[in-house]
């Protein structure tokens, strides 16, 4: 198996390619890594379909140094290659010629690479990826830096012409020139893992499969999260629940914000009775409503908490709100923190949960110090840096390892993520809301193996808030984050004008639009679901840069905001108070998904978008089944659904049918269904042992 | 001697306190740290004469923790101790609470620590400074985080009233409880100076003097300092000093920016004789006109340069602007660096540099990464992220030298400084322009041994211009950087219409406000150079916070846009269009600069301050002498001094004379002159060996 080749004298890797995934080693690596905590084996069947691949550069060229401060490692890259990833990055995309360092924080500052999701990991738009396997905090010169050699005259001016501006004084002439420098102070030897290609797409699958495959999650969480004011009793819960359902605006998941404690900065884990005095009835109530509950917590243990004293020798040295910090790198303190969930609130109807202020404090505020510092230490030997890094993906690990032994999956909202977390059930989100920012993150998340919500909160106005809306249909996890908010944002966008009720005077005509791309989002589920199949089963993030898709074409090499969703959609989510944006489409035939209008490709077209469309484009030869909306979604209640047959040539597409929502998929429980275009007739095929249930083909359309 | 105790073993200092610096240590220091490289012999005279003092916690509760991470130090703290230092923090001035994290970075980046001038030192309104003795990239948590202890279940909500924002939600509440805890990654041993009061003064001078005292520049360095345009050649820059002269505008600087070299980004080092045909005419005719020439330079040698082949060898393995990184830590690369300046540059009459750029690149923008990385190697040794702590300090030490040899003194501008520079002539400026933190740095250098010079550039108004005139005026340097404008930014404040010759309507008015303002700075001149020789003598900061001389009035403890010039002037700059400010006074009486109103101290007032006045205030029982305003500097021709007795008491003054330009003053060759008002009559005294010459006494003037 592979995990047993990691430790294997790697120079023999330098000759042989494990299902196109190489390990090179030198010294002593830590004890604590991204790989150490791999939640799943490798997907080996779908990793030894992967074509054979060659990297653009001998491995053998590869240098690790290691000195007294630390390991240096130096990649070749070509003069001409581009560079993505490092995790969910806020503010950057293309990183060919930057310095990175992606590092937990809880917002980006300047643009230093500090993210909620760090992952130490670059893809090539030739084709391959590299993981510098450590928890430490490291910094990569992504061909910033090029070291000294003979340097001809030639290159130096000897005709002075000063800069009059610091701006063209600091214009950075030196970039695009160098090798990847890889600076991980401390560390005493280091592993690096190289996922090859062929194509971009590869490498990334190769690096997914992995880790174990991506997420499928259940079919509820592709619906729409809404989470209420963060003081909201159980009767407010229950008012706000009957407003979706009367108000036939789509929903699958309610999320409670901390008031359901006793106590949350730190948290105690106990219902607050006084504000919900029946907790249980609660998630009966909404449950019967097929409205699934989310708790908000986070990971800091109150002394109030019945968690305390089973955790108090199992913590780190500093407090986080006076609460403990669970050594989750220690299986058992996970297994004491999930038990007590498991039987305290889950048990009691619970369906998933956000774990928030895993993402450190804010780095870059030098009052803003509440999480443990760097030094801290803890029993498992961990450091208190090395457990930043992959503190999200640990504390997750407790629920996932509930959720495998209840058979039952989950999607969870988390700040923090890392590296080999691509089979959690977690989707990032951020206090930070520039929605730009939010856009980027999107392409951004697919290079590493993570998932992003640009969830909606206030706005300033009715255009932003539709704007930000269909971002959030379009991504992996549609929600709406309430928690300041006594009324949802369609009836009143201004925070302090909602909360006195002071609602718009277009508020129901706001509702009609959001509810209107609800719909779409409902719609879409069907594709959605499968292209998330892909991801769990083949490692194709459903989520993912244009350059993914199209590693050859320089034209998308900075398209930072429009992206692939499935295998077939391209997403360019509108920004600001203009219905009209830039779009560039690659080479091919693209369906506007509003009007059908057709565009030829590896153009930019100036593309308008309504507040009831949205701006996502249909490659040509795309068979797109869309389902009629639904309230809320139900495996067991079938989709009616319509197939759009785009372009002039035959098209298929598949359709994952499952219980939606165990790990049954994982043991071959589940119908692919393939749809098929031929000639001007539609028709569907279905493999698999289930029976069927989840789809009903009512109509196929072609457009031309 | 002082310096031979430092690798003794450190239990014996526990018991004894050498002239109130003890140094704990543990483990295996580094090779390369501030103490290392301190430039001068301890002061042992001065410091012989400070008082005794107890430190108000025991040395012996201060823990070091060697990990295989690095050194974690954790020192006792008051709960109401105050903590000030870090270097010349840009954005904070009160440290406790806050984490910092004093790294040599070209502009502050959030509130992160980063400063051109990082100092792992904190100083405490309790009497003491310590000082961590590393160049590592180390993070002070001053109090801001506790470590874990039994937790009263009282200090948990348990009624829990969720926030409703995330300001209420991050409000840091645990604040100024803890230790202070510092990280030292990397770290295999460490360390700690820690020098006693009793007060806070005493604690800075026993800094300063152990680095040798502080700076006394020449004369002429408190002179006004003028920087042309970078694009200026030989003829321009004469046709500007003809104006200063033509105008009656004191100056005793001119300083020629990039254009003077052949290559500049990286630097040849060579005079372009295309724009500067006769470099050393042009030096002779400015001295002529009592003006001194400052050269820009910077540190990274181009290959250009006569002194690329002689460094090649002695450089960092990463380029700077494909020029060479020197590597300064080696003394004999220092006098390859030292030795062609003195030929080719200092002997054609050249008094003094403007060291830019050695203050890294900016570690908050990816995309530039112009300096070396931190993973760089020097032949010496020294890694990339020590050099970047010490890069000013050495790069500037090569002058150094020369000075003494030449024993001549200078005042140079630079770019970076680290600990124990006090003893160098050498101002620090910035690229940034913020007023209030242009303001804040000037207390915040007097911490740590540094000086400030909040240059003036352009400005949005006349009132700014003048504003941050008055700033410059009553700061340790007086400098205009016109680097990017054609014109006095006096006659233009704005940069187009400055270099297209479009004069404001009101420029000779404004030059009218602006000579004055520099008479001002004039007048002051022999006040300023006695509290320089204070500095130098006793290690007393001529520039520095209220709390330093007031360390147990609370109402100072947060003033950072008020500071103390020499022993009793008070200076409260006014920013943005406000013609009044509030200014806090403390305990006694205060007397206004322009007006001689009298304030009663222990109050904040609001203050008016017109154009052609100064925001001072002076302290009861002041004798201040002003002289009349000349246009430049020269020992050799008397100030005309008035003295200004404040107050119904008596009072004396000191004033300095020597040669304005050696460093004889060392040897005991100086006069001290000591004014004393008694009784309603004032007189002098002169003690030294030297002949009169510097100050004519004209008149006595009672203030009351």
């Given at each position: 198996?592979l995990l047993v ?7 023999l890797l330098?000759a ?12 002593t690596?830590d004890?604590?890594?991204p790989?150490r ?17 060659t990297?653009?550069f ?10 007294e ?6 990649i ?27 590092v ?11 993210t909620?999701?760090?992952v ?5 738009n030739?084709?391959?990826a590299?993981l510098?396997?450590t928890l430490r905090?490291?910094?990569?010169y992504?061909?910033?830096n090029p070291?000294?050699?003979?340097i001809?005259?030639?290159?130096s001016?000897?005709?002075?012409t000063?800069?009059l501006s610091?701006?063209a004084l600091y214009?950075?002439?030196?970039q695009?020139k160098g ?9 005493r030897g ?7 290609g062929?194509?971009?797409?590869q490498?990334?699958?190769r690096?997914?499969?992995y880790?174990g495959?991506?997420v499928?999650?259940p079919l ?10 963060a003081?909201?009793?159980?009767q407010q819960?229950l ?8 108000h036939?605006?789509?929903c699958?998941?309610?999320g409670l ?19 919900f005095?029946?907790?249980?009835q609660l ?12 708790l908000w917590e986070?990971a800091f ?8 004293k ?19 790198a220690?299986?058992?303190t996970?297994?004491?923190f999930?038990?007590y969930?498991?039987t305290?609130i ?7 949960f ?12 030098a009052?803003r ?8 230490t803890?029993?498992?030997g961990?450091t208190?840096?090395q ?8 504390y ?6 509930l959720?495998?032994?209840?058979d039952?999956?989950?999607y969870?909202?988390i700040?923090?993520?890392?590296a080999?977390a ?9 206090d ?5 920012d939010?856009?980027?993150m999107?392409?951004n998340?697919g290079?590493?193996g993570?998932l992003?919500?640009?969830e909606?909160?206030?706005?300033g106005?009715v255009t ?5 809306t269909?971002t959030?249909?379009?991504s992996a996890?549609?929600?709406f984050?309430?928690?300041y908010?006594?009324n949802p944002?369609?009836?009143q966008?201004?925070t302090a004008?909602?909360n006195?009720d002071?609602?718009l005077?277009?508020?129901?005509q706001?509702?009609q639009?959001i509810?209107?791309?609800f719909?779409?989002?409902?719609q879409?589920v ?6 998330f199949?892909?991801?769990a ?18 034209n998308v ?9 499935g295998?077939?959609?391209?997403a360019?989510p ?12 690659p080479?091919g ?15 930019t ?16 030869g795309t068979?797109?089944p869309l ?18 047959a785009f372009g002039p ?15 049954a998929?994982k ?8 749809l098929?275009?031929?000639n001007g007739?539609?028709?569907m ?16 359309v072609p457009v031309?």
């Open positions: 198996m080749c990691l430790f294997i004298n790697t120079h330098y042989q390619s494990l299902l196109g995934i190489q390990v090179i080693s030198k010294g690596p004890a604590f890594t790989q905590f791999v939640p799943e084996q490798p997907v080996m069947a779908a990793l030894q379909q992967l074509p054979a691949a990297l653009p001998n491995p053998a060229d590869i240098n690790i140094r290691i000195t401060r630390g390991c240096v490692v130096e070749p890259l070509g003069a001409d290659e581009q560079l993505y990833g490092f995790g969910m990055q806020i503010n950057s995309f293309n990183q060919r010629g930057l310095r990175v360092r992606p937990t924080n809880d917002s980006p500052l300047g643009n230093v690479g500090y909620h999701a760090p130490p990991m670059y893809v090539s030739k084709g391959y590299i510098i396997n905090y490291t910094t990569f992504c061909g910033s070291r000294r050699r003979a001809a005259a030639a290159d001016a000897g005709n002075n000063p800069a610091t701006d214009m950075s002439k030196d695009d090798n990847m420098i890889v600076d991980i102070p401390g560390a280091i592993e690096i893992y190289i996922f090859a062929p194509d971009m797409k490498a990334i699958q690096y997914n499969l880790a495959g991506g499928l999650p509820w969480g592709l619906g729409i999260k809404y989470r209420v004011k003081d909201f009793n159980q819960v008012k706000m629940a009957a407003y979706f359902r009367d036939k605006i789509p699958d998941v309610f914000e901390p008031g359901w404690q006793t106590a949350s900065y730190s948290c105690s884990y106990v219902w607050n009775t006084k504000k005095p029946q907790p249980e998630a009966a109530d909404l449950r019967q409503q097929h409205l699934h509950v989310n986070h243990v109150n002394p109030l908490s019945p968690l305390y089973p955790l108090e020798q199992r913590s780190g040295d500093f407090p986080v709100w006076k609460g403990l910090v669970p050594d989750f220690d299986s058992l996970r297994n004491i999930a038990a969930h498991d305290a889950i048990s009691k109807g619970i369906s998933g956000k774990l928030d202020e895993c993402d450190n404090s804010d780095l870059g505020s009052d110090t509440w999480s443990f510092p760097e030094a801290s803890f029993p498992s961990i208190g840096e457990m930043h890094q992959v503190f999200g993906n640990l997750f690990r407790s629920f996932y390892q959720m495998q032994q209840h039952q999956r989950s969870f909202d700040r923090q993520l890392g080999f691509s089979a959690y059930p977690a989707v990032l989100y951020s930070i809301y520039e929605h730009d939010y856009i980027r999107i392409p998340s290079f590493c993570i992003w919500s640009p909606v909160r206030e706005s106005s932003e808030l539709v704007r930000r269909q959030a249909v379009m996890q549609t929600v984050n309430s928690w908010l006594k944002p369609w009836l966008y201004n004008r909602n006195a002071s609602l005077p277009e508020a129901t706001t509702e639009t509810r209107q791309l719909n779409f989002r409902m879409l069907p594709y959605l679901y499968h292209a199949f892909q991801y089963h083949n490692g194709i993030p459903p989520f993912r840069a244009l350059v993914v898709d199209y590693p050859q074409d320089a090499y900075n398209v930072d905001n429009e992206y692939m969703i295998e077939s959609l391209l360019a509108l920004t600001g108070t203009d219905s009209v944006r830039a779009v560039y489409l080479a035939d693209w369906y506007d998904f509003n009007t059908h209008r057709k565009y030829s490709g590896a153009q077209y100036t593309i308008h978008c309504g507040f009831n469309q949205l701006p996502i484009f249909i490659k040509s068979l797109l389902a009629d909306p639904v309230p809320y979604l139900d495996a067991a209640q079938p989709f009616n659904i319509t197939c759009y040539g035959n098209a298929t597409a598949g359709l994952l049918e499952d219980d939606g929502e165990t790990f998929y043991q071959g429980k589940y119908n692919l269904i393939t098929s275009w031929k007739h539609g028709s095929q279905r493999r698999g042992p289930l029976k069927a249930g989840m789809y009903k083909i009512r109509k196929w031309l």
